[in-house]
């Protein structure tokens, strides 16, 4: 029963499955629940609704709406080289709507557990921090971006940050290190295998329900529980195994992920770090510990850039050229961003402690906007270039190709050095 077969005029029971900014009101992605047609006959439908232009901004996820139906398909405009048509349709979304005073806002009476943590999690931080440290750490610790204004997205945009604004693997695994590092006194028990196992995989859930489990966080979520099972068990754990494990089991789940964003972008980052990041610590082996965690943060990046850089290009049509850079000078201090953060909510009834934890995130969100900032008005920090799908899959195959090269031997190292002849003249004759 699809809610577009309802006779008109008919209203609509919806659920808000996720929300974002849209122009002067919000964009909402709705799950429908109910028709009422003719006001009085009521059945229960399924199906997705994009809404737009939603004048009021209470609305959260969560949320029940009821509204008149009057739905269309969704078309690309004409003004815009976005397919956002095909992007909608790959997420299960194929109509949409504009929606003025006409609806009505109401929450169900027993709110979701994870979303009144939520609540209670954007309350303190309102309390604790202006403005803008909000909107930041709201988008770092819970996901939620709405509070960032649009100049801020930008600059973060510009400088190649933009992705620690969204909360994805690369934070369940800051969450994954912050939680056995606590637990690393109670390695002396006996249970402490199981200890730890139900501490780590209680911890990165309850994480990615807060987080509204993104497909970049199930992808991490997976993968960890997986790995720290397996170490339980006292398996052996290969990185590429477990990857495609986790996807499996996502796709399993939900199919049409495969075509998402998100999806792509997530597992495109983790093929690159399984294959090139093991070569490029090969190449040079500092003996000083900085050095050694210096260089293998760069090696980290690259080859996390690398892997993403193809799919970048071809959905957004542009390339932040300093990003390596920039990711050099921030990730060092998310660790610590992420912890002092979490620790100043909940150390709000110890006054010297809480000054002390606010101190430290205020100093490290200066430091991180400041580098943002910096980087974003250069003139040079982007390079607009979209690549074909055709483009796309033969940088992949160099990539490939690049990552088997590079082992010391002579005719591999030939062919790693023909695979870099190859991609950079796919870049230049495309």
Request: overall charge positive.
């Amino acid at each position: 029963n699809h809610f577009i077969k309802a006779l008109k005029p008919a209203y609509l029971d919806a659920e808000i499955l996720e929300t974002k900014p849209y122009r002067t009101g919000q964009r909402l992605i709705v799950r429908s629940l109910r028709v009422f047609e003719n006001s009085y006959e009521m059945y229960t439908c399924s199906g997705k609704l994009l809404l737009r232009s939603f004048d009021s901004n209470g609305a959260e996820v969560g949320d029940l709406l009821r509204f008149p139906l009057r739905p269309k398909l969704i078309v690309n405009d004409s003004k815009n080289d976005f397919d956002a048509k095909s992007y909608w349709n790959r997420q299960g979304v194929f109509h949409e709507q504009n929606l003025g005073e006409e609806l009505t806002l109401y929450s169900p009476e027993e709110i979701q557990v994870t979303f009144r943590i939520r609540d209670e999690l954007k309350r303190r931080l309102n309390m604790l921090y202006n403005v803008y440290e909000t909107g930041f750490l709201n988008a770092l610790l819970i996901g939620d971006k709405n509070s960032m204004s649009v100049e801020e997205k930008a600059s973060f945009k510009r400088a190649g940050l933009m992705h620690i604004l969204v909360v994805s693997g690369m934070y369940v695994g800051i969450v994954y290190l912050l939680i056995t590092f606590l637990i690393r006194p109670f390695r002396s028990l006996r249970s402490h295998k199981f200890l730890e196992v139900v501490v780590v995989l209680t911890g990165i859930w309850t994480y990615s329900f807060l987080t509204g489990n993104g497909v970049s966080v199930l992808r991490a979520c997976t993968m960890l529980s997986l790995y720290t099972v397996l170490r339980a068990l006292n398996r052996k754990v290969k990185g590429l195994d477990v990857l495609l494990i986790s996807a499996f089991f996502l796709l399993a789940w939900k199919p049409a992920e495969l075509f998402s964003l998100g999806f792509q972008l997530s597992y495109s980052a983790m093929v690159g770090i399984f294959l090139l990041y093991p070569r490029f610590t090969g190449f040079f082996r500092p003996r000083q510990k900085l050095l050694v965690y210096a260089w293998n943060l760069t090696c980290l990046s690259l080859a996390a850039q690398i892997g993403t850089l193809p799919l970048i290009s071809y959905y957004f049509g542009e390339i932040a050229v300093f990003s390596l850079i920039s990711n050099l000078l921030v990730s060092p201090v998310l660790v610590l961003l992420m912890a002092s953060a979490s620790l100043s909510i909940v150390a709000v009834e110890v006054p010297q402690i809480l000054m002390l934890l606010q101190s430290c995130t205020k100093g490290l969100l200066y430091y991180i906007s400041l580098i943002a900032s910096h980087i974003a008005q250069d003139d040079n920090a982007v390079i607009m270039y979209r690549a074909s799908v055709e483009h796309v899959l033969w940088i992949y195959l160099g990539i490939f190709l690049l990552a088997f090269g590079m082992k010391p031997s002579l005719l591999k190292w030939s062919l790693s050095a023909g695979s870099l002849l190859f991609i950079v003249g796919c870049i230049l004759n495309f």
